[in-house]
């Protein structure tokens, strides 16, 4: 083989080589497998010292249901007097003021009342009238007895005596009735408490003028404060959890360290059509006057039937951006976060739950500090 045809040869040779080379590294590029991403559970944590943390069993229990409810004092609607006045007039003097005890028979307010003057007018009239019958039958009475009046005329003397005595008495009750006293002719009314109580509603001020009695509103209503009521909003869809004569906490933000027992003493049949609630009420003994209208107050009913639920350590609960979580022991040293859904507490301080724990789960018992823990080691 000469010089040049051994040249030629290698040189075939090394090209053929290199595009050996370049499909064996194209085709091992083509092969090379992509590198998964790896994702990490924000809500799973791995604790190198988990004897730390006291563990709590999952557990059910029969319970009864509990609901929540805002609400408000009122007054007792069967111990409320509105108190009014017959006759229209302006008033003369104001003796008491919103929020005031009064006692029975008390003077609240006087009226000058024009009404009042024109029933003493008719009745002063009646009187006269009486009179002059009176007198007319004696007349007649006398004359019939010696034949001198025929005993018809005597009969209509006797009538006319009665249709003025009639008059007499419609007049002095149409007196009594506006505030007045037939023995003592006045054009002033005094309007007594009825009752006693303390005034919750006033719609009269002084010198007001005072409509009759079919078209204003009373002057006042007093209440009799020894009892009163708590009434809360419940939604349609919470109804059948609450039932008349069931048990309920009542919590006033006057008094945020106290809790008042009461029984459900009725459930409107009635929806707000807004609100699309019912009204419950309550009834609460107010002999110290603790209660006063328009405090707000907020109940808490348990039901008297039992149900299963789901029981957690009230303390294993984390409330975190307006949800609730704990944490789940998921092995030797694993927890996961868990978002739950928190109901009422029992009496012994366990926590009502549902949504992904079962029974026989292990939780940690203080959710706060195992947060805090985790916070400061990282996940």
């Not at 609460?284 to 350590?313: W, Y």
């Not at 609730?324 to 927890?335: P, Q, S």
Request: hydrophobic share 40%; with cysteine; charged share 25%.
């Amino acid at each position: 083989m000469t010089t040049a045809l051994f040249r030629r040869a290698t040189a075939i040779s090394v090209a053929a080589f290199a595009l050996a080379l370049a499909v064996s590294c194209t085709n091992e590029i083509k092969a090379a497998p992509t590198r998964a991403e790896i994702t990490i559970d924000p809500n799973l944590f791995t604790v190198d010292e988990p004897e730390r943390f006291t563990l709590a069993t999952v557990e059910t229990r029969n319970v009864p249901t509990i609901l929540g409810a805002s609400g408000v004092v009122t007054p007792d609607v069967t111990r409320t007097i509105h108190v009014t006045s017959q006759g229209s007039g302006r008033v003369l003097e104001l003796r008491v003021k919103l929020g005031d005890f009064v006692k029975k028979g008390q003077v609240l307010l006087s009226i000058y009342s024009a009404d009042l003057a024109g029933a003493f007018s008719d009745y002063k009239k009646a009187i006269a009238d009486e009179r002059l019958t009176g007198r007319a039958l004696a007349r007649a009475q006398l004359l019939n007895s010696h034949g001198a009046l025929a005993q018809k005329d005597l009969e209509t003397s006797e009538d006319a005596e009665d249709k003025a005595k009639a008059d007499v008495q419609n007049t002095s009750e149409h007196v009594r009735l506006l505030g007045g006293d037939p023995n003592h002719p006045s054009s002033i009314i005094e309007i007594r408490a009825p009752v006693s109580g303390t005034i919750v509603e006033q719609n009269v001020a002084g010198a007001e003028g005072v409509k009759s009695l079919d078209n204003s509103p009373s002057l006042f209503t007093i209440a009799d404060l020894s009892q009163v009521w708590v009434v809360c909003d419940v939604y349609e869809n919470d109804l059948g959890v609450v039932h008349v004569g069931d048990p309920a906490e009542i919590r006033l933000n006057a008094y945020p360290d106290r809790v008042f027992q009461a029984h459900v003493a009725d459930i409107s049949r009635v929806l707000d059509p807004t609100l699309r609630s019912a009204k419950v009420r309550m009834v609460l003994a107010n002999s110290d006057d603790s209660f006063r209208p328009g405090m707000f107050a907020t109940a808490t009913f348990r039901s008297r039937k039992l149900e299963t639920r789901i029981v957690v350590p009230a303390t294993s609960i984390m409330r975190l951006q307006d949800k609730d979580w704990l944490f789940r022991k998921e092995g030797a040293n694993r927890f996961h976060k868990l978002e739950v859904h928190a109901l009422g507490t029992t009496q012994d301080g366990m926590q009502e739950v549902r949504d992904d724990v079962k029974p026989g789960d292990q939780v940690v018992v203080n959710a706060l500090e195992f947060s805090t823990a985790m916070s400061g080691q990282g996940k």
